[in-house]
């Protein structure tokens, strides 16, 4: 049995964010119904595909263990169809433009008319304000959460990040949120609202550079790079290039072969716990004892000297020499892996977290497999539907029509 078993989510999510959410109550055991466009499906479906007419590796990675049904909610059977589906459902996630749900005559009033159970469940780009009505994509929010502003190379232009925390970090938030308000319901026996903007999931998870805002009312921010390179600092928290978030200074350093491969470079944290085997390790025991050395305040000053020696260390081992020599000394290091790299790992095979899946059209591919691991709620991970390929079995199992009934909706135009 898995966590989830019996819970039943009606799926109205595309693209990133909110079919992130429902993957991953998918894969803790509950059954998600994806509603798509009859004819169209999630937009990503096309998007980015790398063989033609096959669903995309972005739709496929982000649909995995979910069922598929077209509907055409704006339709009038489509409405009633859909309406028995908010009443059979625990769950409803969406993450439409602002205002679409309602323009298609379901309102969270509506919903709550037809299901008190349920738990309505949105991702918008921002919360109510100035901005509420935008659509917004994943770098959009990463720029209007603050992430943006301070990523980058001090002087650089802003610079967003790989990791998709707008879409699949509000997805994740959004999860929370459904899980805490189902335990909610154990309770109370009601449903309720959840609701996330990525502004502010993106803005949770820049919390630390909203501490360092606050910090510079009362001076510089001394563990950054900037501050011992003599720049002065602005009114708001700067771009940080590679420094550690944490006050212990930390920064990317070339390792043996960065001249050939582009990820040949080791995260290096100076912990001050691990100063004196740093100095030993890098050749420098002098410094262990030196009164301009010692304590994190003197070498603070001074980060080039010091990362400048480290990576003369650094440069002569490959990063995962670098690794396994500080490792056992407690020094805080850690590979730039590449994709490929990633792809390869082993133990990331062995622990599902990378995982090969199977796909009607496409064959095998490679998806990143549920992170999160509960002890007593294993995940397997299944491919993704195609396009409208349990719309029979829904209608007939979660809605209760007959085949005459599924053939007059067909009819219709209406699944
Ligand atoms: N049957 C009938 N109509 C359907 C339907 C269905 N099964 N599914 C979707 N539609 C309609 C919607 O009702 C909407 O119609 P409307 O404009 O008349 O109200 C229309 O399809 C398009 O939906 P929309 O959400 O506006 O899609 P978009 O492609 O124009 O915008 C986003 C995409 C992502 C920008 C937008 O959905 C958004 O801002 N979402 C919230 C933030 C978010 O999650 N962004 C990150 C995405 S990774």
């Not at 469940?121 to 100035?130: L, R």
């Not at 959009?140 to 707008?166: D, L």
């Not at 470079?265 to 100095?279: E, G, L, M, R, S």
Request: proline letters at 6%.
């Amino acid at each position: 049995m898995q966590a989830l078993d019996g819970i039943k989510i009606l799926d109205f999510t595309h693209v990133q964010s909110g079919p992130t959410c429902t993957q991953l109550l998918a894969w803790f055991g509950a059954d998600v119904i994806k509603v798509e466009r009859p004819g169209v499906g999630d937009a990503t479906r096309g998007q980015l595909r790398d063989i033609p007419k096959v669903d995309s590796l972005y739709f496929t990675m982000l649909n995995h263990n979910k069922r598929s049904i077209t509907l055409n909610s704006k339709s009038e059977k489509g409405k009633k169809i859909l309406t028995k589906l908010i009443a059979e459902c625990d769950v409803m996630v969406e993450n439409f433009a602002p205002g679409a749900l309602d323009r298609m005559g379901f309102s969270w009033e509506k919903i709550q008319e037809i299901n008190s159970r349920m738990i309505y469940a949105s991702i918008k780009g921002f919360g109510p304000g100035p901005y509420e009505d935008c659509k917004v994509y994943e770098n959009v929010a990463q720029c209007a959460g603050g992430a943006a502003s301070t990523t980058g190379i001090f002087g650089g232009v802003p610079i967003v990040t790989g990791a998709q925390i707008g879409d699949s970090g509000t997805g994740l938030h959004l999860a929370l949120g459904i899980v805490t308000a189902l335990y909610h319901r154990e309770k109370t026996g009601c449903g309720q609202r959840v609701t996330t903007a990525m502004q502010d999931g993106v803005l949770n998870l820049c919390r630390v550079k909203l501490r360092d805002q606050q910090r510079l009312d009362t001076g510089p921010l001394r563990e950054y790079s900037q501050f011992s390179e003599g720049i002065e600092f602005g009114n708001a928290t700067p771009r940080a290039g590679n420094d550690s978030g944490g006050g212990q200074p930390g920064r990317i350093l070339k390792c043996k072969g960065w001249e050939q491969d582009p990820d040949a470079y080791t995260y290096f944290i100076t912990q001050a716990a691990a100063w004196k085997n740093i100095c030993d390790v890098i050749g420098k025991p002098e410094w262990k004892d030196d009164p301009d050395w010692a304590t994190p305040e003197t070498r603070l000053p001074k980060l080039n000297e010091m990362f400048g020696a480290i990576e003369a260390w650094t440069i002569s081992k490959t990063k995962f020499e670098v690794m396994e020599i500080c490792n056992p000394l407690n020094i805080p290091v850690g590979p730039i892996l590449s994709m490929k790299e990633l792809a390869e790992e082993p133990s990331l095979r062995a622990t599902g977290t990378i995982v090969e899946v199977n796909h009607p059209q496409r064959g095998t591919y490679l998806s990143v497999g549920c992170p999160i691991k509960l002890s007593d709620s294993p995940v397997s991970v299944e491919r993704s539907p195609l396009l409208g390929e349990h719309t029979e079995q829904i209608l007939r199992e979660v809605v209760g029509l007959d085949d005459d009934q599924i053939t007059e909706a067909r009819d219709a135009g209406a699944v």
